[in-house]
């Protein structure tokens, strides 16, 4: 299964390579593959600030934030034991976003700004509305999945609610299109600084699945089970919970909500690389950053050359896979 679970990860970061090339080729501007490779092998090049500094930052933010919302999503579907579970649906997503919306208009004065405040505010907001989850739902971090996953959708549509009153009530008229815009996902705010607060919460996240993968697969066995076997259920709910708010709302704070990617690519993934979770952790970062990477270069194909909000995108292609799973 290791050899098998090792040519997956191969073939995907051979994917994952090609995506980020032809992402790094679409623009206002043409470039050729191999002009792309060429400027990343280091080569003088005209268009070489365009590659580096504009369309690579926003390219390894897809990456980044495509592995961070598969294995979210990964992490609460063995928390719920829920197919339907993702950030996005239990309102974890939304949220984090309606914490930093509540920055940006001012809401509550901060006289330090930094990189990380966005970051912490997000945070904040992520937390919040899981607060509010476990309130809706009376949820004792037990067994009543169902209602904790309704009282998810509830709290989603409570925070997007919040976040378009504010939108229309405090924003200036000509920011509320670019509002509008990070309100739906986006990847045009893409900064070095981003890129690596992203790329720690991605090692954090990953660490964190492998080293516990095997608590993990005992929460898949059921809580009676997993309890029998000398695992403290409730520690582990609530530790999973804290980490996946953490790194949801450290993305958020950069690339603003983006549903559906955390149901969906974990589901492709138990297809070829089985239920385990040592297996799951890789193959399913690195599907869900050639995912969100080929939708972004999808974006700015159909809507050249910004592109539109990655949101639409993962929306139209998450709702009838949703709606799939419900059915099944």
Same mark, same amino acid.
Not at 130 to 146: C, F, G, N, P, R
Not at 304 to 324: K, S
């Given at each position: 299964?290791?050899?098998?679970? *090792?040519?997956?990860?191969?073939?995907?970061?051979?994917?994952?390579?090609?995506?980020?090339?032809?992402?790094?080729?679409?623009?206002?501007?043409?470039?050729?593959?191999? #002009?792309?490779?060429?400027?990343?092998?280091?080569?003088?090049? =005209?268009?070489? %600030?365009?590659?580096? %500094?504009?369309?690579?930052?926003?390219?390894?933010?897809?990456?980044?934030?495509?592995?961070?919302?598969?294995?979210?999503?990964?992490?609460?579907?063995?928390?719920?034991?829920?197919?339907?579970?993702? =950030?996005?649906?239990?309102? $974890?997503?939304?949220?984090?976003?309606?914490?930093?919306?509540?920055?940006?208009?001012?809401?509550?004065? +901060?006289?330090?700004?930094?990189?990380?405040?966005?970051? +912490?505010?997000?945070?904040?907001?992520?937390?919040?509305?899981?607060?509010?989850?476990?309130?809706?739902?009376?949820?004792?971090?037990?067994? %009543?999945?169902?209602?904790?996953?309704?009282?998810? +959708?509830?709290?989603?549509? $409570?925070?997007?609610?919040?976040?378009?009153?504010?939108?229309?009530?405090?924003? #200036?008229?000509?920011?509320?299109?670019?509002?509008?815009?990070?309100?739906?996902?986006?990847? #045009?705010?893409?900064?070095?600084?981003?890129?690596?607060?992203?790329?720690?919460?991605?090692?954090?996240?990953?660490? *964190?699945?492998?080293?516990?993968?095997?608590?993990?697969?005992?929460?898949?066995?059921? #809580?009676?089970?997993?309890?029998?076997?000398?695992?403290?259920?409730?520690?582990?709910?609530?530790?999973?919970?804290?980490?996946?708010?953490?790194?949801?709302?450290?993305?958020?704070?950069?690339?603003?909500?983006?549903?559906?990617?955390?149901?969906?690519? =974990?589901?492709?993934?138990?297809?070829?690389?089985?239920?385990?979770?040592?297996?799951?952790?890789?193959?399913?970062?690195?599907?869900?950053?050639?995912?969100? +990477?080929?939708? %972004?270069? *999808?974006?700015?194909?159909?809507?050249?050359?910004?592109?539109?909000? $990655?949101?639409?995108?993962?929306?139209?292609?998450?709702?009838?896979?949703?709606?799939?799973?419900?059915?099944?």
């Amino acid at each position: 299964m290791k050899r098998k679970v *090792f040519m997956i990860c191969m073939i995907l970061s051979v994917l994952l390579l090609l995506a980020l090339a032809w992402n790094l080729s679409i623009g206002s501007m043409q470039i050729s593959f191999r #002009e792309v490779l060429s400027v990343l092998a280091g080569n003088p090049h =005209p268009h070489r %600030d365009i590659i580096t %500094d504009i369309r690579l930052p926003r390219a390894l933010l897809a990456l980044t934030a495509g592995g961070i919302l598969s294995l979210s999503g990964l992490c609460m579907q063995t928390l719920v034991r829920n197919p339907l579970a993702d =950030p996005y649906i239990m309102g $974890i997503t939304a949220g984090a976003g309606l914490g930093v919306n509540i920055l940006l208009f001012g809401l509550i004065p +901060v006289t330090l700004f930094s990189y990380f405040t966005l970051p +912490v505010f997000a945070w904040i907001g992520a937390m919040m509305s899981l607060v509010l989850v476990l309130l809706l739902s009376y949820y004792t971090l037990q067994s %009543d999945k169902e209602h904790f996953l309704m009282a998810g +959708v509830a709290t989603s549509a $409570i925070c997007t609610a919040l976040t378009g009153f504010f939108i229309y009530r405090f924003a #200036e008229q000509d920011k509320i299109h670019k509002l509008i815009f990070w309100t739906f996902g986006s990847f #045009e705010k893409a900064t070095p600084e981003s890129i690596y607060i992203t790329g720690f919460l991605s090692v954090f996240l990953i660490v *964190f699945c492998w080293v516990f993968s095997g608590r993990m697969d005992l929460l898949l066995m059921g #809580e009676v089970t997993a309890q029998s076997l000398g695992l403290s259920v409730k520690k582990w709910k609530t530790g999973i919970f804290l980490v996946v708010s953490c790194a949801i709302g450290g993305l958020v704070a950069f690339t603003g909500p983006i549903g559906f990617v955390g149901m969906i690519i =974990p589901h492709v993934c138990r297809r070829f690389s089985g239920a385990l979770h040592a297996n799951l952790i890789l193959p399913s970062y690195l599907t869900g950053a050639v995912y969100l +990477v080929l939708c %972004d270069s *999808f974006t700015r194909v159909l809507l050249p050359p910004a592109g539109m909000p $990655i949101g639409i995108i993962t929306a139209l292609l998450g709702v009838p896979f949703f709606i799939y799973l419900l059915k099944k």
